[in-house]
């Protein structure tokens, strides 16, 4: 058994001092050592109508464009421009002033961008270049694309992610930041693996190592504790007492941890398995410049209340999206969380977003548009789905497919403005709709209207992994003693993991 214990150990020595070194830095580099940043959001203002001299199609219409995929209002250069992406994706500005268009519009707007977020107006930019895949720098983790890499010529060389079609931050790194994801993805997520083979022989040799560390675990719990009567006596000669009895005591007090640690990572890695390939569903159909008929600013809305206009296509109609800013009972501000699990980090604003669709035809209001919208987008992604997650050609293929899919039960809807437990901060996108179908799995989608995309996919299985990620990986049950605990906690259990780990080698060595 003790040789068996040993043999184990020499296994997983390496992959054990790896993941806990890694798993040390992530809460050491990832809360004590933030990199802070300027600002996290742009805060919504109040379109100044005034601007809005020229209707869109007529400058749609004066440029040549006919279809179309989205438009939304943009403010930056003191002046308002209409961002419009065009059917082949590529994103143009034109002024709605006179409808002049902004040479590299898209360009100048992520710079605009970068350097607002950043709060740097004077460093010179080395490079800006599109994102259209996830690389080593900029991660699926981050699940916005297509961005902007806006690259500073600074000390820490620093970059910033940033998607013009939302005007969002996505993400930023700087030299400790990059040497910190590369540490992390190559000890901790072995994704050197992946590229010299594939994903699917990294994960099962990620859940061969943590099996064998679990055994490993198991057997130093019946040699060091309940069996230690049998193991106590040294063997004659023996001259690593200290080592000896430091390795059993530390590893007793960290078994638990250890095997939390272990058993949690592994069932996280065997979801790995499915490929998470939420970006792929997006329904964005092509719109017709002639179907704007009704001009928006004789739409009935309070122009001192608008943040911003937009264009949505759905069961055969095309609908002006008007994002409303509307003051809310003192309540609100109480309800607000931590600022990265808002939409608005400003609490002292009592501002709340609020949606509106008009029917671009005839300027009729559609009552609860936002949940017609999103109950079409559902269809969608089931009928997507259920081919496997292959998006019909067209609107009027996917119409069909959505139409002919099994009907949907719902069983409960809600509009997001904040992150929750099924849907959390790692989704990145808000705000959203959440749409909880009654499947035996309880089947939730959640959609971000704005944009026409699925946020996440979640049923009892994924809630099931999360949990036991939440709690056994990342400590999720002390939140209650506030976050500098937690980290704390976490690091130092991986610690003494590593402790234990360098004990049982020198041990081994010792031993003769």
């Given amino acids: 058994m003790y040789s068996w214990h040993r043999v184990l150990g020499i296994m997983t020595i390496i992959p054990v001092i790896f993941w806990t070194c890694s798993g040390l830095s992530h809460p050491i580099i990832a809360h004590w050592f933030k990199l802070d940043i300027a600002r996290e959001y742009i805060k919504p203002q109040v379109v100044d109508s005034a601007k809005l001299r020229l209707p869109v199609n007529e400058i749609l219409s004066k440029n040549g464009i006919n279809l179309f995929t989205s438009f939304r209002l943009i403010d930056f250069q003191g002046e ?30 992520a710079e605009h961008l970068s350097r607002y977020f950043l709060g740097d107006s004077t460093s ?17 983790i981050n699940r916005l694309l297509p961005v902007w890499k806006v690259s500073f010529a600074r000390k820490d060389h620093m970059d910033v992610y940033v998607e013009t079609s939302q005007s969002r931050l996505a993400n930023y790194n700087d030299d400790n930041r990059k040497l910190f994801l590369w540490v992390f993805s190559n000890f901790h997520s072995y994704e050197f693996i992946a590229k010299i083979t594939n994903n699917t022989a990294r994960y099962a040799l990620i859940l061969v190592l943590a099996a064998i560390v679990i055994f490993s675990t198991l057997s130093g719990l019946l040699i060091y504790g309940i069996l230690w009567k049998k193991f106590k006596k ?37 979801h790995k398995f499915t490929p998470d390939d939420r970006i792929n569903y997006v329904f964005e159909p092509e719109i017709k410049t002639t179907g704007l008929l009704v001009n928006p600013m004789a739409l009935p809305v309070q122009w001192n209340q608008v943040s911003n206009l937009s264009v949505a296509r759905f069961n055969g109609k095309t609908y002006y999206r008007v994002n409303l800013l509307k003051k809310e009972n003192d ?101 959203v709709v959440k749409i909880a179908l009654s499947t035996p799995q309880h089947l939730t989608y959640y959609l971000e209207p704005a944009t026409g995309r699925l946020a996440a996919k979640v049923q009892d299985s994924d809630r099931r992994e999360g949990l036991s990620f ?43």
């Fill in 331 to 431: 309540s609100w501000k109480k309800q607000q969380v931590a600022k990265a699990e808002t939409m608005f980090a400003d609490k002292d604003k009592k501002l709340k977003p609020d949606v509106n669709y008009y029917d671009a035809a005839t300027g009729q209001l559609l009552p609860d548009g936002i949940m017609e919208h999103s109950y079409s987008l559902v269809k969608h992604f089931v009928a997507q789905g259920a081919a496997d997650g292959e998006a019909a050609c067209c609107e009027m293929m996917a119409n069909a497919a959505a139409d002919e899919s099994a009907p949907l039960i719902i069983s409960s809807s809600a509009y997001l403005t904040k992150f929750d437990t099924d849907y959390g901060f790692v989704n990145k996108r808000l705000p």
């Fill in 470 to 512: 939440a709690v056994f990986h990342k400590f999720l049950l002390v939140d209650f003693a506030g976050k500098n605990f937690r980290d704390f906690l976490t690091a130092f259990s991986a610690f003494c993991v590593l402790v234990v780990s360098v004990s049982g080698l020198i041990l081994l060595i010792k031993i003769k």
């Fill in 124 to 140: 010179k930019i080395s490079s800006i270049t599109p994102v259209t895949s996830f690389t080593d720098e900029y991660k699926y």
């Fill in 80 to 109: 308002t421009f209409y961002q419009v992406r065009d059917r082949k994706n590529k994103v143009e500005y034109f002024s709605a002033t006179d409808g002049i268009k902004l040479i590299d519009g898209d360009r100048l707007y």
């Fill in 234 to 270: 040294p063997v004659p000669g023996q001259k690593a007492g200290f080592f000896r009895k430091y390795h059993r005591t530390i590893g007793l007090l960290t078994s638990i941890v250890t095997l939390t640690f272990m058993g949690s990572g592994a069932y996280h890695a065997t």
